[in-house]
């Protein structure tokens, strides 16, 4: 079968990597792909509209493999892990997840990962688009502390829409039901070692599979395709329409190291109080004492439809620039154009009136609104 995307168009040589489902999706009718973590990620089977209304109504298969899995070990792991992130992972019990930040020195985002607790002593981080490991490396090796990280050769499924769950269920069982968000399970599909965890990037229902064995992509994604008939299931990319609805934020553009947590709106994750150090708590205590200077904020974009921003539009006020959309899309839901934009704090309470710079279309008014569009209390995915 010809492939529907030319590899060659993104590709030169063997540099970039190639997650174990990359036959499949190429199979499977891929028409895109990106760069994530120095390997091939595929964003998009259909019109990126279809694909939204078929996570919103049915179900979606996305690769993902190109979140790699930092695993930490050692007698220090726990110190170790727990001194990477502001989030106190004191309570964090074996098969539990939590979606946490790494924070550099001066209170920046080094990565948003989801951290599985696997045992006391070994600890994965399913990684944002950032070179952790050599992060992690260096931290380990100038602080002298006993511990052991790789990147493992694991890559993660997700399965995400409203009949996700039946479709996991076709899988493995009655077992899955009773899986409480943001935690996992260790399992076998048709004797595929496998760890699912109730997580995902969809704001909708849904569930990661990662696969153990890497040499097995093709037939697990075959497994999850011919369990979904019933349901329709398709194969998809992550729907960025969606986790902007849903107030989900994406390393590199929503987020990057030259932004803090309290800018973001993820101060939640920042335990001061804790007895034991971060990195970042001075710069991140100081931070809370004085205020953040920026907000992303969530903001509508009037006029005519607007394609996926490309690139951080500029954004005004009275005529002088003030900052930047960081993500902006058209909703076929709520029928407006929504996004996020990195302001000073002065121009981010709600109702502020804005302008926008539209590449091909001038200059668009733009309101500061909520950044969660869709489901603010997140009842969805935990349902």
Same mark, same amino acid.
């Given at each position: ?11 030169? @040589? ?30 998009? !089977? ?76 070994? !600890? ?13 490396? @260096? ?53 595929? /070692? ?35 008939? /019933? ?48 990195? @970042? ?50 909703? /076929? ?51």
């Amino acid at each position: 079968m010809k492939p529907a995307f030319e590899m060659a168009l993104i590709q030169r @040589g063997a540099r970039l990597r190639r997650t174990p489902f990359f036959e499949a999706t190429q199979r499977h009718g891929a028409k895109g792909y990106t760069v994530y973590n120095h390997m091939l990620f595929p964003i998009q !089977f259909d019109d990126l509209e279809a694909e939204y209304w078929k996570l919103v109504n049915e179900v979606t298969l996305w690769d993902v493999g190109v979140e790699r899995q930092i695993q930490i070990t050692g007698p220090d792991a726990f110190e170790f892990t727990n001194l990477l992130t502001p989030r106190d992972l004191t309570d964090c019990e074996v098969g539990q997840a939590k979606y946490v930040v790494i924070t550099a020195p001066d209170g920046g985002i080094v990565n948003d990962p989801v951290l599985l607790r696997l045992a006391e002593d070994r !600890f994965w981080l399913a990684l944002a688009d950032s070179d952790v490991l050599l992060w992690a490396k @260096g931290l380990a090796h100038g602080l002298g502390m006993q511990v052991e990280l790789a990147e493992l050769r694991v890559a993660p499924i997700q399965i995400q829409g409203p009949k996700s769950k039946q479709v996991m269920q076709a899988l493995l069982g009655e077992q899955v039901l009773g899986l409480k968000y943001y935690h996992f399970i260790q399992t076998a599909v048709q004797g595929m /070692p496998v760890i699912v965890t109730r997580t995902g990037w969809s704001g909708e229902v849904g569930y990661e599979i990662y696969l153990l064995e890497s040499d097995q992509g093709s037939a697990l994604w075959e497994s999850v395709m011919e369990a979904g008939k /019933p349901y329709n299931l398709a194969p998809t990319g992550p729907s960025d329409i969606r986790r902007i609805e849903g107030g989900i934020l994406n390393y590199g553009a929503d987020i990057t190291l030259e932004d803090n947590p309290y800018e973001v709106g993820l101060s939640w994750m920042v335990d001061l109080d804790q007895e034991a150090d971060f990195i @970042g708590k001075p710069a991140l205590a100081r931070i809370a004492r004085e205020g953040p200077r920026r907000k992303l904020v969530g903001v509508e974009i009037e006029g005519e439809r607007i394609e996926f921003n490309m690139t951080k539009w500029p954004v005004s006020a009275a005529g002088a620039p003030v900052g930047r959309i960081t993500s902006a899309i058209y909703s /076929p839901s709520l029928k407006k154009n929504i996004g996020y934009a990195m302001l000073p704090v002065e121009h981010a309470q709600l109702g502020t009136v804005l302008s926008v710079s539209v590449p091909a279309s001038g200059e668009r008014k733009a309101t500061v609104v909520p950044r969660l569009f869709v489901d603010p209390a997140k009842e969805i995915p935990k349902a």
